[in-house]
């Protein structure tokens, strides 16, 4: 039980396109999701925080206007990096929980912008 | 705000047993997390604390002292397959909500 997937698990993209990651709960409903960001040999940085229904709440110092999150359902979110420039390249991991304590994480899709 | 320190790096022998630490500063401790996580991979749970104690699991055991803000992952029969980074990531109940602050992660190298 408690699998999160994402999709795509890897994208390339051009500078300045705009690039949708997907984050699914399959086996559960998640009341909240969280997005995070992870350069490599770093550790995990927290961007947002989202519960099905309301906004995200965007943690200090990432853009929300760049970085849209959409929380339409109990088992999915999405990540929407627009205006992708090179220094946006990175890890992107979601994870979920459902209203205990235990978050689960998904695959994480690698983004390249060239 | 939230603090949270762990060694970079550990190299031990397969069949062995290691120890990793990790000691925290948080307002609003609300419960202490070990993920593992293999290169290029998201983490996968492993063990949650919330009181005092050790709690074991298979070949891993984890500790936690509040008082001293204080951790430690325990893993016993180590296999090279547990060759990985591992997370050690508070919750806290900093800014609403129960967020999760991960530490840097220590990478375990298990060697023949």
């Known amino acids: 039980g408690a699998v999160v997937s994402q999709h795509p698990s890897r994208v390339i993209c051009k500078s300045g396109t705009s690039v949708k990651i997907e984050c699914r709960s399959l086996?559960?409903?998640?009341?909240?999701m969280f997005w995070y960001r992870q350069f490599p040999k770093k550790s995990l940085m927290l961007m947002a925080t989202?519960?099905?229904?309301?906004?995200?709440?965007?943690e200090q110092g990432v853009e929300k206007d760049k970085f849209l999150i959409n929380h339409a359902s109990l088992t999915l979110s999405t990540l929407t990096v627009t205006s992708a420039h090179p220094e946006d390249s990175s890890f992107y991991i979601c994870?979920?929980?459902?209203?205990?304590?235990?978050?689960?994480f998904g695959p994480g899709t690698r983004l390249t912008v060239t | 705000g939230q603090n949270i320190d762990q060694p970079t790096e550990m190299t031990a022998t397969e069949g062995a047993i290691v120890q990793i630490n990790c000691t925290y500063q948080t307002s609003g401790f609300n419960g202490l997390f070990w993920y593992q996580q293999h290169a290029g991979e998201a983490p996968t749970f492993l063990s949650y604390?919330?009181?005092?104690g050790l709690e074991e699991k298979g070949r891993f055991s984890s500790f936690l002292s509040r008082s001293k803000g204080y951790s430690y992952l325990l893993l016993k029969e180590l296999q090279m397959k547990d060759s990985a980074s591992y997370l050690c990531?508070?919750?806290?109940?900093?800014?609403?909500?129960?967020?999760?602050?991960f530490g840097t992660g220590t990478q375990l190298k298990v060697e023949l």
């Open positions: 994870s979920a929980e459902s209203g205990g304590t235990t978050q689960y």
């Open positions: 604390n919330v009181l005092d």
């Open positions: 989202s519960n099905e229904g309301s906004k995200a709440t965007y």
């Open positions: 086996d559960f409903q998640a009341t909240t």
């Open positions: 990531a508070v919750r806290g109940r900093t800014g609403g909500g129960n967020k999760l602050t």
